[in-house]
Structures are given as C-alpha cells and as structure tokens.
C-alpha cells in the first residue's frame, strides 16, 4: 500500500506561482510512475505531468508545457509540481498519482484545490 498526500494548493492571482508537493510512504519501491491529474468542476480529471521513476524521464500535457515543472526528491519521498504563469484556466482540484507496475495499481491522494483569479 501506498499513502499520499499533497499540500501546496491555494488561491493565487492570475501570472502568480505555486508548488504543491506529494509526500508518499508506504511500499513505494515498485512504483513505476509518478504524475499530476487535476479536475476541474464539470470536467473530467486530466493527466498535467508525469515521470518516469526509473529514468526520470518526464511528459507533460500541451497546456503545463513551458509553465510547469514536476520533480522529486527521492530523499523525502516527495514530488513535486512547480506551477509557473498560471491563469484562471488552471483552476482545480490537483491530484498525485502514483503507478505500481507489478500490480498495475494507482494509488491517489486526496488532492489539493488550486484556484486561479483574474
């Protein structure tokens, strides 16, 4: 089992900036992928970012390309989401996710509300 958790989100002004983080704990050793979803009301949940555990290798949908970064610190068992030149059009629920291959299990948090004005 995987527990996580993200904190980070909040209300910023439209071109502002946030980072949310993701501390995970449990058995993380077989984790293959880590990524950030978020939904929006009456929208479906979306894949922003992702990473490749192994490699470190990342994706990102078309609208995070160039304004957000994921990243991890293995040391805290923390990824993170850096969240550059936001605007109303981000505003949602963020979630981390984490993909265990040798079960195909996701695991999610609760997520955290990330609100954009203009």
């Known amino acids: 089992q995987v527990q996580l958790v993200e904190s980070g989100g909040g209300l910023v002004q439209a071109g502002g900036s946030l980072r949310l983080s993701c501390a995970a704990s449990?058995?993380?050793?077989?984790?293959?992928?880590m990524s950030w979803y978020r939904q929006a009301p009456g929208k479906q949940r979306e894949l922003v970012a992702g990473?490749?555990?192994?490699?470190?290798?990342?994706h990102y949908s078309d609208s995070a390309k160039g304004r957000f970064t994921i990243s991890r610190d293995n040391a805290k068992n923390t990824v993170y989401l850096q969240m550059n030149s936001l605007e109303p059009e981000d505003t949602a629920v963020y979630y981390c996710?984490?993909?265990?291959?040798?079960?195909?299990?996701?695991?999610w948090g609760r997520g955290t509300q990330v609100t954009v004005s203009s």
């Open positions: 449990g058995s993380i050793f077989s984790i293959a992928a």
């Open positions: 996710n984490y993909w265990e291959s040798k079960s195909g299990t996701h695991y």
């Open positions: 990473m490749i555990s192994s490699s470190g290798r990342t």
